[in-house]
């Protein structure tokens, strides 16, 4: 491990204290920065020594990849990875990894938890209150309808490791389940049909949902899966949640059907540009429930994460893989 460095160019943890400790112990070189949004040169100056660099939104083009002369494995911190050109690792020999197992069970409660808010109504609810208490008397009338969810049919839009939670969490509440994943095997289908889910077309999914949640990856395909089109397959009394990537929702599309009624309401947990801006089309709208960004939050998820890259990182250092590995190269940087 003699001159092995690892280098982190952006966290979310209020310090890498911890990782600095064990990785001083065993003799790797550390550093952690914080250059989100930061100049391509500058984030080159901090990595260019790495053996392993760790990525959390950092984006890591080609421009910047193929400069990386010494670097080995690239780490995401994270499930998603559209912020780093995989294929541009692959073509300079540099192992790329991430966490697909990092907060499944958070936000697969993440999104139970939205559409739980959004069939109670429960921000309208608390508007309810105050401006009842304020009046003096009751006044239900911006309240209702409320519908029971028993019965319900819940489309989950993506139906890998974070969907099927969904799935597991909340086959016991009533609802008529369905799923739309064109990309999983035979073998995972006919498993999750033995336990009572049925798997259907798009289409079908947009038009028979009382309450549609998206978890599928970003990438060319799923960018706007969920445009015009769809959302007017969707019936008016019907919800859509995501918390998966703001990319997959065309947020003009649907902020129109929540501003004209032709949805019920939408909860939304991530955007198209995050932070939004003060402007954000669906910040005045009463029937959207936003929450920032935060189905991954759980201090068991956090600290998951960092066990998980630490061993990613001590692997590497050993000259052994990575956990999960995306790409495929013939030979890795000595």
């Known amino acids: 491990m003699a001159n092995f460095k ?3 160019t952006d966290y979310i943890e209020n310090d890498l204290q911890y990782e600095a400790e064990k990785l001083a112990a065993l003799g790797i070189d550390f550093a952690a ?3 989100k949004f930061r ?21 890591m083009p080609e421009s910047l990849i193929k400069r990386l002369t010494r670097c080995k494995l690239i780490i995401r911190h994270g499930i998603g990875y559209d912020n780093v050109d995989v294929d541009a ?17 958070d936000v697969a409660e993440h999104a139970i938890a939205l559409i739980f808010a959004c069939a109670r109504r429960l921000f309208r609810a608390r508007r309810t209150l105050d401006e009842s208490s304020a009046a003096g008397q009751w006044d239900f009338s911006d309240l209702f309808p409320v519908y029971r969810l028993d019965g319900k049919t819940l489309g989950i ?8 939670r969904v799935f597991r ?3 016991s509440f009533g609802f008529r389940i369905i799923a739309c994943d064109p990309y999983l095997s035979a073998e995972r289908k006919t498993e999750l049909e033995e336990q009572g889910l049925r798997f259907v077309d798009k289409e079908t999914l947009f038009k028979t949902s009382d309450f549609i949640t998206v978890h599928t990856p970003l990438n060319n395909e799923t960018r706007k899966i969920v445009d015009a089109a769809a959302i007017a397959l969707m019936k008016p009394t019907a919800y859509l949640v995501n918390t998966a990537r703001g990319p997959m929702v065309d947020i003009p599309a649907l902020a129109a059907a929540l501003r004209e009624e032709r949805i019920a309401g939408a909860g939304i947990d991530v955007f198209d540009v995050e932070p939004p801006p003060a402007e954000y089309e669906l910040f005045p709208l009463k029937n959207a429930i936003l929450s920032p960004h935060m189905g991954w939050a759980s201090e068991e998820a956090g600290w998951e994460i960092r066990e998980s890259i630490l061993a990613d990182i001590i692997a590497a250092a050993n000259g052994r893989s990575a956990r999960c590995v995306v790409n495929s190269i013939k030979e890795l940087k000595k």
């Open 6 to 8: 690892a280098v982190v």
């Open 157 to 164: 839009l993506g139906c890998g490791r974070i969907g099927s």
């Open 33 to 35: 920065y914080q250059l």
């Open 89 to 105: 690792c692959t073509r300079y020999g540099i192992q790329f990894a991430y966490q697909p197992d990092y907060c499944k069970e």
């Open 39 to 59: 100049p391509e040169d500058e984030v080159y100056e901090a990595i260019k020594d790495a053996d392993v660099v760790v990525v959390n939104m950092v984006k």
């Open 169 to 171: 969490k909340l086959r």
